[in-house]
């Protein structure tokens, strides 16, 4: 049973550029989160999707936008690259059971590096 | 490998003593937290969760302790091993599928 996959594992851009991150989640999951971790902070939530539709945002700008496939695998994008944009980009896998809380499972990240 | 924080807090500890980690969380609306451990080039690995109706939770080697009246977390680990230096990061969540928000982490680092 696979966990929850990013790709790529590293990625380098230059300012003003676009990139796309994406994400598969684990197996059975269909809830996926999208987060940003600065080097020596915790993750901080940008949004989260459920049913292709984003359901709830962090405090992110509009340059940050997401989509989720039918089979809940999820991109993150990034308009107008900001050298504050580098981190370490994670993404969390989660099943939605109504209120129930419920465990997210982390994939490994994708570094980014804005130059 | 890829360093998760250069700049955290650092608990240094030696081989099989117990630590014992802090964690100080903001919102009294929050009634559900969470543990993680981060090692260098890896996402966040879920240790330990305690419901808000609870003081106290207990795993392998591992328990959290709930003070809701001071809004303090702590996470200890007994006979604390080379493999548990990480960063160690608290979250909180209000239930169900609100966004968690972590702390700032804690580098434990285990002295052989």
């Known amino acids: 049973d696979a966990g929850v996959t990013q790709s790529p594992t590293h990625l380098i851009k230059t300012r003003g550029q676009q990139v796309t991150l994406r994400c598969s989640p684990k197996?059975?999951?269909?809830?996926v989160s999208w987060y940003q971790q600065a080097l020596g902070q915790g993750p901080q939530f940008i949004f989260q999707y459920y049913e292709e539709e984003e359901r709830q945002r962090g405090n992110f700008p509009d340059r940050f936008s997401g989509h989720q496939f039918p089979n809940y695998s999820s991109e993150l994008n990034v308009n107008a690259l900001l050298l504050g944009d580098s981190a370490l980009y994670l993404c969390?896998?989660?099943?939605?059971?109504?209120?129930?809380?419920?465990?997210?499972?982390f994939g490994p990240g994708t570094r980014l590096t804005v130059l | 490998g890829e360093s998760v924080g250069l700049h955290l807090p650092t608990l240094s500890v030696q081989e099989g003593d117990n630590s014992i980690i802090n964690c100080a969380y903001s919102n009294s609306a929050s009634d559900y937290f969470i543990w993680y451990k981060q090692e260098s080039g890896k996402g966040p690995q879920f240790i330990i969760d305690i419901r808000s109706n609870m003081d106290k939770r207990q795993g392998q080697r591992v328990t959290v302790l709930l003070n809701k009246t001071v809004k303090h977390l702590s996470l200890q680990i007994a006979a604390t091993q080379p493999g548990d230096s990480a960063v160690y990061f608290c979250a909180e969540r209000e239930g169900g599928n609100t966004p968690l928000v972590f702390g700032k982490g804690t580098r434990l680092s285990v002295i052989a």
């Open positions: 197996s059975g999951h269909d809830t």
């Open positions: 969390a896998s989660s099943l939605r059971l109504g209120l129930a809380f419920n465990e997210q499972f």
